[in-house]
């Protein structure tokens, strides 16, 4: 036996919890605490060290609306299992009485139509999404403070012991599960903090009714505000189950700037993936960009209107130009706003562009991973473009 006084350095993670992170990171902005927390959860299921018999890990995603609770879950799964919608959401508003329950565990023998009740988290359901290499389900719970006493019951159960009885008394395991709770208590609480006329004297900005920064201790009020609400909201039973309680802080004008440049790359994607033979580019100006953020975000609802404002002012008129056959294959169009007329412009800047000139013009730093078919696409244009290079 070899006796060795080696230093370990605890702080490093595996190569799985790093790829998602990275992934996590580049897919969601300004929530750095609740991305550390998932892999650090991810890291222990990946390395067997998670807690017997209960779930794989348990969340409670609190803060305002649009700062990204929903969107995390939702990004996790697409990062480990290559969809962001295999996650099996519960929407708590349709549980506010105790007698709806049996939507979720099915009637018991004897009631009327106990045969025709599919339970929504049965065992099947809960598995559905899991692949060969990745046994691992995502339940969100959404808006959990709007369920009824039934369903936090229910949970108290799920996480304790990662049972559920169904009606008909069968068992659904949830021992390779992520639970989610998404909540908003707090939120009001969180925005008087962040009013301009509460924040004079600190180092919180705002400009154009946004956040441009919050100083730090406006932050850990923020943060205690928020846990503050669901303790007096939830059991004490209920709190100590959780593993983690993460507050999602309100998104800044930076922040929300990533995030369009995010969106703006799914749209390049979806071109890329359903327009087959039409595929172009699309590039958007800093004042296009100034024009969809004032259109798609406040200080109310952070980023939750964004999408629809890029929908409604990009999307549908690019639609148009593809369908008025306006925009065709290998068109590089430029995106520009047109002050005078307070409106989005579009301008074919090339046209006839091979596929490696199109790949050398996208962002793909602010991308999703794209599919099979759309990546084959870039790749071929990124060893066109190395060839062309190598040849010069």
Known sequence: ????????????????????????????V???EAIEQIVNIYQMYQTGLTAPSRPVGSF????????????I?????????GNPRAVIK????????SHEIAKLIGSPPGYLGHRETHPLLSQEVINQHQTESMKLSFIL?????????ALWNLLLGILDKATLTLGDNRKVDFSRAMIFMTSNLGAGEMNALLSPKLGFGTDSGFRNGKVIAIDSKTDSKIARSGVEAARRKFSPEFMNRLDKVVVFRPLGEDELRRILDIELGQVQQRIFNSTGDRCFVFSVSESAKDYLLAEGTDMKYGARHLKRAIERRLVHPMSNLVASDQVQAGDWVRVDYDASRDCITFVKESEGLPVHAMAEIVDTSAMLPMSAAAGATYETGKSHSARSSRRN
């Open 1 to 28: 036996m070899v006796h060795m006084n080696l230093a370990l350095d605890p702080n490093r993670t595996g190569h799985d919890a790093e790829a998602l992170e990275r992934n996590l990171r580049r897919l969601i």
């Open 30 to 32: 300004g929530q750095d």
């Open 60 to 71: 409670l995603f609190l803060g305002p609306t649009g700062s990204g609770k929903t969107r």
């Open 73 to 81: 879950v939702e990004a996790t799964a697409e990062a480990l299992l």
């Open 90 to 97: 519960v929407d708590c508003a349709e549980f506010q009485h």
């Open 141 to 149: 719970f959404d808006e959990i403070e709007k369920a009824s006493d």
